[in-house]
């Protein structure tokens, strides 16, 4: 008899017991098992051979002492239930619901296919996302690489290629390329500390720079220039880098031919007007260096050159000469001018020097409403930002405080009342988003001159720029 699946069949009665103490032999009965077609998809062999032992163990205690050995049928179905397929007479059956084989819904089936599916598609984007970012920050590194490797203004011209090199006329410091200014545009920008540069003057307007300053020390009658005492030389004067370039720059502006015979074009091709302010710091005794200072602009004097004051107003000239530091005031009011005679007539009519050619750097932080400063005296008004104004808010971009804001409304409105050019000097150097952020803050509310000593970030990057790769870089 056979007992299949899980119905039970009543056993044969056994013999009666005999008299004997030997005790009957069980009757042994073969139970045979066939997978339920509703649960064999969802079980997998190993679960199913141990829901056959229970089920055998079960039907033994059933049969009352009978030994039922259960064995599994070894057909197809247990191997395709092996792989969780639920197989009709040897045939994969259909899923009642969506018709598909039963494959695609047995043990890591369809549920597997749709995981792999779904990481491979977050993979592919992330993949698309990083690789897009890592080629934005190669660009980018590339044109850094290339700024930093060219250097110049043009890729493809540097008329300081070959400075200072025998057999160019440069060996004196003197030499200048005719046209090296003629597409260059001036801007309100102050080269800070200029006799630093490579090139002293020269870098600076090729950058298109309106203004230059020289640290001028006095010693044996000469004016050396130098940050401190060790960086002075016998060969780096005030004539040599500055006073002397700036005379040929002028001379080849100016020349003398049959269609033109002025003497008023500034150094720039683009704008012969735009006089260059020239910002003579004194480091020695005031009173003792100035008049050497005044004594050695007799070349630009002679020419008319020099911005000058007289009757009531101010004259502007290709330069425009101004005292700092250590420079006196009372020396400003009343200059000593040399005893020599010179070409008074090129200034005015008058055969007497005007009331001045060199001007004062007035406190900017000082131009109270009974301060003697203003235009008939004065041309920059000057403080440190890092005194007056404080430390911007870095950690919040270099934004000023409205504190902030409000000082230097204030500064800029009372040199522009009194016609003086307003200017900061010691802007935050690093890190760079608060300097450019200030840079565009000072240039927004009207600065009068931008001092920099970064000319490349000031006149030809864009200053917005790392702001602009800062949103690009959210929206990874």
């Known amino acids: 008899m056979e007992i299949v699946g899980e119905e039970t069949v009543d056993p044969p009665r056994p013999s009666p017991p005999s008299s004997s103490s030997t005790p009957p032999t069980p009757t042994t009965f073969i139970l045979e098992t066939e997978p339920q077609p509703q649960q064999q998809h969802q079980t997998s062999g190993f679960f199913a051979r141990i829901r056959s032992s229970v089920m055998a163990s079960l039907e033994k205690r059933k049969l009352g002492g009978v030994k039922v050995e259960y064995t599994e049928i070894p057909s197809s179905e247990l191997e395709h239930e092996e792989q969780g397929v639920e197989t009709v007479n040897g045939e994969p059956a259909s899923c009642s619901k969506c018709g ?7 043990r890591g089936g369809q549920r597997k296919k749709g995981l792999w599916k779904s990481w491979g598609l977050q993979l592919r984007v992330t993949v698309l996302g990083v690789g897009l970012l890592a080629l934005i920050l190669l660009l980018n590194l590339l044109s850094a690489i290339k700024d930093s490797l060219i250097g110049a203004r043009h890729n493809d011209y540097d008329p300081f290629v070959n400075w200072g090199q025998p057999n160019t006329g440069t060996e004196d410091l003197s030499w200048y390329p005719t046209d090296f200014l003629r597409d260059v545009i001036p801007l309100p920008c102050h080269s800070h500390n200029d006799y ?13 720079c309106t203004g230059v300053e020289a640290d001028v020390w006095l010693f044996n009658n000469d004016l050396l220039v130098g940050h401190d005492l060790a960086s002075l030389q016998v060969n ?10 700036i005379v040929d720059i002028l001379e080849k502006q100016n020349p003398k031919t049959p269609y033109y015979n002025g003497t008023l074009s500034g150094v720039f091709d683009v704008d012969p007007a735009q006089t260059l302010v020239l910002l003579i710091d004194l480091k020695t005794s ?29 004259h502007s000239r290709p330069v425009t000469v101004v005292g ?13 001018y040399p005893t020599t005679t010179t070409t008074t007539a090129k200034y005015s009519n008058s055969t007497c020097p005007p009331d001045r050619d060199a001007f004062f750097d007035a406190p ?10 203003n235009s008939s005296n004065s041309y920059y008004a000057s403080v440190s930002f890092f005194r007056s104004i ?15 804001l409000a000082k230097i409304r204030g500064h800029l409105a009372a040199a522009k009342e009194r016609g003086l050019v307003s200017r900061y000097w010691e802007l935050p150097a690093w890190p760079i988003h608060v300097r450019n952020k200030i840079w565009e803050v000072l240039v927004g509310e009207g600065m009068g001159m931008l001092n920099v000593d970064d000319l ?10 790392i702001r602009t790769w800062r949103r690009m870089l959210r929206l990874f």
């Open 196 to 208: 630093w540069r490579r090139v002293p003057l020269f870098d600076a307007l090729y950058a298109g």
């Open 456 to 465: 490349k970030g000031a006149t030809s990057e864009d200053w917005r720029r």
């Open 286 to 314: 005031g009173h003792e260096t100035w008049p050497h200072v005044l004594r050695q602009l007799d070349p630009l004097r002679e020419r008319g050159w020099l911005s000058f004051y007289e009757d009531g107003e101010f």
């Open 236 to 245: 780096r004067t005030f004539q040599s880098l500055y006073v002397n370039p």
């Open 390 to 404: 404080g430390i911007t808010q870095w950690w919040k971009g270099g934004e000023p405080t409205a504190g902030q």
């Open 100 to 106: 598909q084989p039963s494959s695609r819904h047995g």
């Open 324 to 336: 700092t530091g250590n420079t006196p005031f009372d020396l400003i009011l009343t200059p000593p």
């Open 364 to 373: 900017l932080d000082k131009l109270l409403p009974d301060s003697p400063y």
